[in-house]
Each structure stands twice: as C-alpha cells, then as structure tokens.
C-alpha cells in the first residue's frame, strides 16, 4: 500500500478494544524502534499490555479508554528533541497503520509512563497503540493558501508535499505550519508559535518529505 494512502487512512483513536497486538507486529516495531534510537541516539520505548498509564484522571479526561499499549518519545534534552521525536515518532505512527493498528498521539492526558527517563533526558509525549473500536475520523483541514505561498504554477512535487504535509495530525488541529517554496526549488518551512508546535513540525516535516519524495 502506498504511504500517501497510509496517511488518509490514520486518524486519532481514544478507544481501544481488548485485542492484543501479535507477536510479529511487535517484533517489527520493536526492531524499528532499536533502528531509530541507534541511529539518532533516542530512546524510544515501547510498552504492551500495561493497562496502568492510561487508567488515570487525565486519560477518562482526555476520553480514553481500552489504552494497554503505548510509545514513550524519550530523547536528550536538546533544543531540536521535539522536532526529531515528532519526526520519527509519526514514522513509527504509520508503520503501525501500515500493520492495521490504530493510534493517537498524546500529550497531557495520560497518567504515569513505564518509560525509563535518564539523567539529561526528557519524555516529550506518548503514543497510544492498538485496535481501535472504530477508525477514527479524518481532521479538517486549513485552505492551501494558509499553510504555504501556493500560486497557480506550483510545481507537482510540492503540492504533493503539502498534500501530505495536511494529512499529518498536529496538537488541537492547530496546523500552525507554514512551507514558502522559493525561486532556487528551496524551502522555507516554520513550525509557527501554539501548543506543542515543535513537536507538530517534526510530524508535518515526514509527512511532506513522504509526499514530496524529497528531503527538505
């Protein structure tokens, strides 16, 4: 299945069913998640069947229920960390789609992570992981015109880029992303000021990358 259409099919899901996720499926995430810390020098952690993060005020809050697997983004404390988490963090997202789970990124409302969070590192958010009771719904998205300089004559490549960028979930749906595309083919991109921007800019900046089959 192509990625584009990978990242139509992912949306948020907060409720989860009782079906564990198989031996196979684990061991992929596992092995990409061993991938991604060594060679970034993150330290992502995956948790499955551990019911107790998500049985929390702020979780029955934030509308969630059925949690038992989840993602700790943990990394070195680095002003870029966020970004580089938001980044690989939606790879690791769409892999999990790819192999038919749902997920939801998650910020504030979950409880306490069995993430191991050493000295000089920081756990920016989780990922919650598993079978959803329904596939979740599409976002709305902002016009073209407010996330990037679109003009008649854009190149494919780019709007392709943008396509994808639109597709990538962002804290609230703020989208508060900006892509200027300048005269030489280079790009200007901006993660823009709100709640966990950094962190949407890194999800935002794979997607675009997918779509645009380009590094930026």
Not at 172 to 178: D, E, L, S
Not at 188 to 199: E, H, P, Q, V
Request: aromatic letters at 10%; charged letters at 25%; a positive charge.
């Amino acid at each position: 299945m192509e990625m584009l259409e990978i990242m139509k099919q992912r949306h948020s899901v907060r409720q989860y069913t009782d079906t564990a996720i198989e031996p196979q499926k684990r061991t992929a995430l596992n092995n990409l998640i061993e991938e991604i810390n060594g060679e970034m020098g993150l330290h992502i952690q995956i948790f499955y069947d551990e019911p107790k993060c998500f049985d929390s005020m702020m979780a029955h809050y934030g509308k969630f229920t059925g949690v038992k697997n989840y993602i700790a983004l943990v990394g070195k404390k680095s002003p870029k960390l966020d970004e580089i988490l938001g980044y690989y963090g939606e790879k690791l997202v769409l892999k999990a789609q790819e192999f038919g789970l749902n997920s939801c990124w998650v910020a504030m409302t979950h409880g306490r992570s069995k993430a191991d969070v050493r000295k000089g590192e920081k756990q920016i958010c989780l990922i919650a992981l598993g079978y959803g009771v329904t596939q979740g719904v599409a976002h709305k998205n902002k016009p073209l015109q407010e996330v990037c300089n679109h003009t008649a004559n854009m190149p494919e490549w780019f709007l392709n880029g943008m396509e994808a960028a639109l597709l990538a979930p962002t804290a609230m749906n703020q989208q508060k992303f900006f892509f200027e595309l300048l005269p030489d083919s280079k790009i200007n991109a901006d993660c823009g000021k709100g709640f966990y921007t950094k962190l949407d800019f890194g999800i935002v900046k794979y997607h675009f990358e997918i779509g645009a089959g380009r590094k930026l």
